[in-house]
């Protein structure tokens, strides 16, 4: 069946430091990929988007390319703030009607001042 | 304001009870979800409901009946609660068909 698979966290960091988070999938057919953050004691909120292949989706100073070919979707930031510390997901969307989500485990990060 | 609430924010009760959380979206979407997310963060769709009508309904225990009076409304009852029920449960609710879900705040289920 479909699945995201993502690097296993925490990741601890030092402010302005260069973030990637990796994120591959496994999919049939052509699934919408997104990330989501999830910030202490919230619930979960729509980072970025990509609904095709080689669609970039950014938001917040955050990037991610739908790469088909790799079957990725790796989340970058040049440049990380404290406020940047959370839990990020990556997650697919079956091409359905179902709109079923799928998450990935999750990858916490750390911002250090 | 709030787009999607749950209540209780917080619940702690004891092996073999029953317990219901509620939710609750004034966004006007059709489509509300529910799920669980684990001690590790892991987080899994539990049911999904559209227009009142089950759509999804993920391999759980029939001790969770999820009920949904209206479009607005998705409440999720759980019979002989046991100690693998502790989770955080979230709500969501989303436009059939769109890319984005909204999610509630969180219900920490704690089971003793």
């Known amino acids: 069946g479909n699945s995201v698979t993502q690097m296993e966290g925490p990741v601890t960091l030092s402010e302005e430091a260069f973030l990637t988070i990796n994120c591959t999938y496994t999919a049939t057919g052509y699934p919408s990929l997104f990330w989501y953050v999830q910030y202490p004691g919230e619930g979960l909120q729509l980072l970025l988007k990509?609904?095709?292949?080689?669609d970039k989706g950014s938001n917040k100073g955050f990037e991610a390319t739908y790469r088909k070919e790799t079957t990725s979707f790796h989340l970058e930031k040049g440049s990380v703030q404290v406020s940047d510390s959370a839990v990020y997901f990556c997650a697919l969307r079956e091409d359905s009607s179902a709109s079923k989500i799928i998450f990935g485990s999750g990858t916490r990060l750390s911002i250090r001042p | 304001d709030t787009a999607v609430s749950q209540t209780p924010k917080y619940l702690v009760t004891q092996m073999g009870n029953d317990k219901s959380i509620k939710c609750e979206q004034n966004?006007?979407?059709?489509?509300m979800y529910w799920y669980k997310q684990d001690s590790k963060k892991f987080l899994k769709i539990m049911f999904s409901?559209?227009?009142?009508?089950?759509?999804i309904n993920e391999t759980v225990p029939n001790r969770f009946s999820p009920k949904s009076p209206d479009k607005a409304h998705l409440n999720l009852h759980i019979n002989s609660l046991e100690l693998g029920d502790s989770a955080v449960y979230f709500c969501a609710s989303s436009q059939q068909g769109a890319y984005e879900q909204y999610f509630g705040p969180g219900t920490r289920l704690t089971v003793t």
């Open positions: 966004l006007g979407h059709d489509t």
């Open positions: 990509a609904t095709k292949a080689d």
């Open positions: 409901y559209n227009n009142k009508e089950l759509i």
